[in-house]
Structures are given as structure tokens and as C-alpha cells.
């Protein structure tokens, strides 16, 4: 079957780093997707990777290993406003996005 | 209109109603889907179209139909509504299928009486 499992809840300081996992198994794979959620408002695209590495943009980054079927999201430089859900999400052989239930992360001052 | 809307917001309906759930988007986007969204579970996909006048069955469709006569509208109608139908559902869309963002509109919160 196909599966994303991530963590359920984190939590961090303003101001540090906090790194969430995914692993997944899908019918094929084309690609990882990170979406940001916050409570009552609509998911939002963070990051897409399909090949391995690491990819960055300005407080966060995705890394993705293939091989391993793991991505993370890392966020530094905390700010209250990333107090949210991160959803990973995997695309299957059908193009189709594989949802994992989300890791809320909640930010300490 | 600026992205992708849905209509209504909110609704609380009696079991056994008919409901439509509208969705438009202005972006011209190919693509629209509907998922729900419910507390502990990831989003789940209910129905897809790829394309104007074409549709697609998601992982859990059954009570729900789709159509999409056009471009910018895939409404979502329950035939007949019935409790574990309550969730939060959101339509999306994008340009393509293959690794294109998904953009979401705000989505409508149902509860099912």
C-alpha cells in the first residue's frame, strides 16, 4: 500500500532550528511536496523535489533521498508565524499526491 | 476573482439533502481536485480532472460526483449526505499534473446532521 508517515507534533524555539521528517512508500514516485498549513486556512506550497539533495529556499530547505524514500523540511531562524501544520506529500506513479496527516509544530518565545 | 474560491464557507445540512460545493479558480489552470480533510488523517483525494470535460475517481469517491463542463468550475455534489461525510473539503488546481503546485482554495467546513 502507499504510506507517508511523519511526525505528529514538534516543538521548538523562537529563533532555532527544528528539522521534520517523512518517510514514504508509494506506487512509483514522482516527486515530494512540503505544503504549510495554518489552523483554519488552506494548505500553501513550500518545496518540491524529485531528485536527491538538498534544495533551499531562504529560511527553509527540503532534502529528499530517493534511495532511502526520506525527505525533511528544515526551518531555521524560528519565527512565531511558523507556528503551523507541514504536510509532506508524495506523487505517485498516476501523478496523484500521497498526503501524510501533518506534524504541527509549535513555536516557544 | 483572484485564485480559487469556494462557495459556501460553511454549511450545516440534514442527512439525506442533496449539496453542491462550488469551486472556480481564474487561473486557467488544467487541473482541479477535491479532497476532504479530516482531523488525524491526511488529505484524501475525492475526485480529479485533468482537464476541461474530463474526471477521475481519488482514493475515496463513493457518494460523491464531479463534473467539469469548463475551465474554471469543478463543483463537488452529495447526492445524498450522510454523517461521515462531515470534514472539511478543499478544491485545488494546477497548471499540469506532473509536479505542479497544487494552489488550494479556503475550503468549506460541512457537518452532516
Known amino acids: 500500500g502507499q504510506n507517508i508517515d511523519q511526525p505528529t507534533e514538534m516543538t521548538a524555539t523562537e529563533g532555532a532550528i527544528v528539522q521534520i521528517n517523512c518517510t514514504y512508500q508509494?506506487?512509483?514516485?514522482?516527486?515530494l511536496f512540503w505544503y504549510q498549513q495554518h489552523a483554519g486556512e488552506a494548505p500553501t506550497f513550500l518545496s518540491y523535489?524529485?531528485l536527491d539533495g538538498l534544495e533551499e529556499k531562504g529560511r527553509f530547505s527540503s532534502f529528499l533521498s530517493r534511495s532511502k524514500g526520506y525527505s525533511y523540511l528544515l526551518l531555521k531562524e524560528l519565527q512565531m508565524k511558523d507556528s503551523a501544520s507541514y504536510l509532506c506529500?508524495?506523487?505517485?506513479?498516476?501523478?496523484?499526491?500521497?498526503w501524510g496527516a501533518g506534524t504541527k509544530l509549535i513555536i516557544k518565545p | 476573482i483572484a485564485g480559487i474560491t469556494q462557495a459556501p464557507t460553511s454549511q450545516i445540512l440534514a442527512a439525506g439533502r442533496r449539496m453542491t460545493l462550488r469551486c472556480t479558480q481564474d487561473?486557467?489552470?488544467?487541473?482541479m481536485y477535491w479532497y476532504r480533510q479530516d482531523l488525524g488523517l491526511g488529505l484524501r483525494l475525492i475526485h480529479y480532472?485533468?482537464?476541461?470535460?474530463?474526471?477521475g475517481k481519488g482514493e475515496v469517491p463513493d457518494g460523491y460526483s464531479v463534473s467539469r463542463a469548463n475551465t474554471d468550475d469543478f463543483p463537488l455534489t452529495l447526492a445524498s449526505a450522510v454523517p461521515s461525510q462531515t470534514s472539511v473539503y478543499f478544491c485545488?488546481?494546477?497548471?499540469?499534473?506532473?509536479?505542479?503546485?497544487?494552489?488550494f482554495g479556503p475550503g468549506t467546513r460541512l457537518t452532516v446532521l
Open positions: 485545488a488546481s494546477s497548471r499540469g499534473t506532473q509536479g505542479d503546485e497544487q494552489f
Open positions: 487561473m486557467r489552470h488544467n487541473a
Open positions: 480532472s485533468n482537464t476541461a470535460g474530463t474526471t
Open positions: 508509494t506506487s512509483g514516485f514522482n516527486g
Open positions: 523535489n524529485v
Open positions: 506529500a508524495a506523487m505517485d506513479s498516476n501523478y496523484q499526491l500521497i
